[in-house]
Nanobody
Framework: QVQLVESGGGLVQPGGSLRLSCAASGFAFSSYAMAWYRQAPGKERERVARIFSTGGTIIEDSVKGRFTISRDNAKNTVYLQMNDVKPDDTAVYYC????????WGQGTQVTVSS
């Protein structure tokens, strides 16, 4: 019933751009704070960006100035726009919803390589 489905990952060259999408269903999307996390091999999962139900955002320092998060409540979708990507951005990117419950997507692989 509850689903978070990420898409848009893939292989991209350093300096390039990518837009990830997370399509949500089965819960009151507009009430939930949404976030993007990432996890590289051998590393802990880390948060990269948050967007609240009010539309306010917090971007982590590691990606500030390069990544932006947005949401479209009419489409029940949250986005992560990734610009000027770097090899260190390589990771599985996960979508997370939090409010009354916490939900995670299955992740989408982003590989930054020349």
């Amino acid at each position: 019933q509850v689903q978070l489905v990420e898409s848009g990952g893939g292989l991209v060259q350093p300096g390039g751009s990518l837009r990830l999408s997370c399509a949500a269903s089965g819960f009151a999307f507009s009430s939930y704070a949404m976030a993007w996390y990432r996890q590289a091999p051998g590393k802990e999962r880390e948060r990269v960006a948050r967007i609240f139900s009010t539309g306010g955002t917090i971007i982590e320092d590691s990606v500030k100035g390069r990544f932006t998060i947005s949401r479209d409540n009419a489409k029940n979708t949250v986005y992560l726009q990734m610009n000027d990507v770097k090899p260190d951005d390589t990771a599985v990117y996960y979508c997370r919803a939090s409010f009354a419950n916490i939900y995670w997507g299955q992740g989408t692989q982003v590989t930054v390589s020349s």
